[in-house]
Antibody
Framework: QVQLQESGPGLAKPSETLSLICTVSGGSISSYYWSWIRQSPGKGLEWIGN???????NYNPSFKTRVTISVDMSKNQFSLKLNSVSAADTAIYYCARVYHPWSGQIAFDFWGQGILVTVSS | IQMTQSPSSLSASVGDRVTITCRASQSISTYLNWYQQKQGKAPDLLIYAATDLQNGVPPRFSGSGSGTDFTLTISSLQPEDFATYYCQQTYRTTEITFGQGTRLEIK
C-alpha cells in the first residue's frame, strides 16, 4: 500500500518561501505523476501542480510564477516551493499520487494526511 | 473550467437515497472524479471517469453523466457516509479544478 507523508515548517513569514516535502513509501516514485493540492476555507480544494518522476511539470496558471515542484528519486520524495507567500496561502497542503486508469484519464488515488501551513509574521 | 456542485449542503437520514449534482462550465466528456472527505482527513477517491468505482468503494456509490452534467448517487446512506463530497474535472490536466463541495449531514 502506497503511503505519502508531507513534512516541513508549519509556519511561513509573509513574502518568504514555503517549502514542503512529500515522502512516498510502499512503492516507487517512478512511473507515476505526483501532485500538490491545497485546501483553505476560502477557496476550497486547489490543485497546485503535478510532476512526473522524470521531472516534467504542469503547474496551475494561478501559481505558475511562484511555484516550483521537483523530484528526488534517490529519496523517493518530491517537493513544493511557493515563493512570495501571503496570508492567502495559509492552507492545508496535500501531496497525492496521480492515477492513470487509462490514457487521458487521471485521478488522485493516494493522498498524504496533509500539513497545515500558516503564513504569519 | 468551473465546477458547480448542488446542493452545497444536504441533510438526510440513514437508509435514504441521495443524489449530488456537479455541473461543468464547458463540456468535459467523462473526465470527472468524485471524492469523499471526512472531517480532519484527506479526500478519498470514490469514482473516476464519471462512472467507475475505485477499488474498495462500496457499490451503494454510483456516478453518472457526461459532457457538463454529472451526478453522484448513494443508494442507501450508511452512518459512515456523512462527509463532504467533491467533484473534480481533469479534462484540462494543466488546469485541474474541483467543485466547492457538498456537505452531507445527518437529519
Amino acid at each position: 500500500q502506497v503511503q505519502l507523508q508531507e513534512s516541513g515548517p508549519g509556519l511561513a513569514k509573509p513574502s518568504e518561501t514555503l517549502s514542503l516535502i512529500c515522502t512516498v513509501s510502499g512503492g516507487s516514485i517512478s512511473s507515476y505523476y505526483w501532485s500538490w493540492i491545497r485546501q483553505s476555507p476560502g477557496k476550497g480544494l486547489e490543485w497546485i501542480g503535478n510532476i512526473y518522476y522524470t521531472g516534467d511539470t504542469n503547474y496551475n496558471p494561478s501559481f505558475k510564477t511562484r511555484v516550483t515542484i521537483s523530484v528526488d528519486m534517490s529519496k523517493n520524495q518530491f517537493s513544493l516551493k511557493l515563493n512570495s507567500v501571503s496570508a492567502a496561502d495559509t492552507a492545508i497542503y496535500y501531496c497525492a499520487r496521480v492515477y492513470h486508469p487509462w490514457s487521458g484519464q487521471i485521478a488522485f488515488d493516494f493522498w498524504g494526511q496533509g500539513i497545515l501551513v500558516t503564513v504569519s509574521s | 473550467i468551473q465546477m458547480t456542485q448542488s446542493p452545497s449542503s444536504l441533510s438526510a437520514s440513514v437508509g435514504d437515497r441521495v443524489t449530488i449534482t456537479c455541473r461543468a462550465s464547458q463540456s468535459i466528456s467523462t473526465y470527472l472524479n468524485w471524492y469523499q472527505q471526512k472531517q480532519g482527513k484527506a479526500p478519498d477517491l470514490l469514482i473516476y471517469a464519471a462512472t467507475d468505482l475505485q477499488n474498495g468503494v462500496p457499490p451503494r456509490f454510483s456516478g453518472s453523466g457526461s459532457g457538463t452534467d454529472f451526478t453522484l448517487t448513494i443508494s442507501s446512506l450508511q452512518p459512515e457516509d456523512f462527509a463532504t463530497y467533491y467533484c473534480q474535472q481533469t479534462y484540462r490536466t494543466t488546469e485541474i479544478t474541483f467543485g466547492q463541495g457538498t456537505r452531507l449531514e445527518i437529519k
